[in-house]
């Protein structure tokens, strides 16, 4: 009796003096990734389809190719160039895996890009090693503007000066996130902020979160925008529940809405010449023949 237990593993059971034996069997893999190229015609998800790439395969590849360059304008005579993970089995049997490169030659919009982890995380990046653009600073409570930027009263010291933030009211205990990327600077009391957090997120660029009732973070440790730092409270002079939210710019308050930057991550040293050594490697994938219809 014959069984395959795994993908590349297979057990034989067979009667021996009056018992069983079990014998396993590897089966060998060839995990030569699937490379797919061909010439764009009137649509890119139909030549591509045609050209035998799986659906789900080009699907991602697409919405890879989106996020950098206008796909629709990809006109006729371009190249794409799909590369998809791939087990072949000495059996014949095939899986396939995600999208491990995407690329088009043969136009302006040459693109090549490959997915590459670094710090923790796997991003897509294209050729010279850039990857994504962030967009622009999220909001750090849910709630309404309640005092703006600039000089005003003062509601409990009676007197004009001025205010180097935005206040946002929002109910006692709410979540206070972080703005952008960055790190923890500053995070415990500090006189009139009460409870204070301050992040650093490069470039010179920081932001301040006070009167808060609950900090979730310390000095040191990496946030990312959108993380939950902290809690909305009343601490140090505040007159009610809000969060006192700050932006700095070389040390300088600005007002916060008027803020609205992007920063694009850019592969150096080591991880750099990791990720050209694996996109020489991509490139050096033999092109393979795309899967018939009944193997989608």
């Known amino acids: 009796l014959a069984l395959r237990a795994r ?15 079990l014998k396993e069997i590897p089966i060998a893999i060839d995990r030569t990734p699937l490379r797919i190229q061909g010439t764009i015609g009137s649509s890119l998800y139909r030549s591509a389809r045609a050209a035998g790439a799986p659906a789900k395969a080009v699907e991602a590849y697409i919405k890879t190719l989106a996020s950098r360059v206008p796909v629709s304008r990809l006109g006729s005579g371009c190249k794409f160039d799909i590369i998809i993970g791939q087990a072949r089995a000495e059996t014949g049997e095939v899986q396939l895996g995600n999208l491990m490169f995407a690329g088009v030659t043969g ?68 979540p206070v996130y972080a703005a952008a990327d960055g790190v923890v600077q500053i995070a415990g009391r500090s006189a009139g902020y ?14 301040g979160y006070g009167h808060l009732s609950r900090i979730y973070v ?17 601490t140090g002079m ?41 996109l020489g490697a991509m490139l050096a994938v033999p092109v393979g023949h795309g899967l018939t219809k009944d193997d989608d």
């Open 218 to 234: 310390r000095p040191g440790q990496a946030v990312r925008k959108g993380q939950q730092i902290g809690a909305v409270g009343n």
């Open 107 to 174: 136009c302006a919009n040459n693109v090549q890009m490959l997915p590459y982890e670094s710090g923790g995380k796997v991003e897509w990046y294209d050729g010279s090693g850039k990857g994504s653009t962030t967009g622009t600073m999220g909001m750090p409570a849910n709630g309404r503007f309640s005092s703006g930027f600039g000089m005003r009263r003062h509601p409990i010291l009676g007197y004009t000066r001025m205010h180097k933030g935005v206040d946002i009211a929002a109910a006692w205990g709410s």
């Open 7 to 21: 993908f590349d593993l297979k057990l034989e059971v067979a009667r021996s003096g009056g018992g069983l034996s």
């Open 238 to 278: 505040s007159t009610g529940p809000h969060l006192h939210y700050e932006w700095y710019r070389n040390g300088v308050a600005v007002n916060p809405r008027s803020i609205a930057f992007s920063s694009t991550k850019q592969l150096t040293g080591g991880d750099l010449g990791q990720f050209r050594a694996k």
């Open 194 to 207: 009460g409870n204070l957090i301050k992040l650093s997120h490069g470039g010179g660029n920081g932001s």
